[in-house]
């Protein structure tokens, strides 16, 4: 019973992780894409 079970989610776990990654990835860049406008715009006006 134990080896049936771990091919099954071998093919799965990778396949999850890399698109978690993926998602991850886009996050922290529209995070930080996000960021640094507001500081663009905060430092525009301390500029001004």
């Known amino acids: 019973m134990p080896n049936p079970p771990e091919p099954v989610h071998a093919p799965d776990s ?3 992780v890399r698109q978690g ?13 996000l960021t640094l406008a507001i500081i663009g ?8």
């Open 14 to 16: 990778p396949t999850g």
């Open 41 to 48: 715009m905060l430092l525009a006006y301390a500029v001004s």
């Open 21 to 33: 990654k993926r998602l991850g990835v886009v996050w922290i860049m529209l995070s930080v894409s």
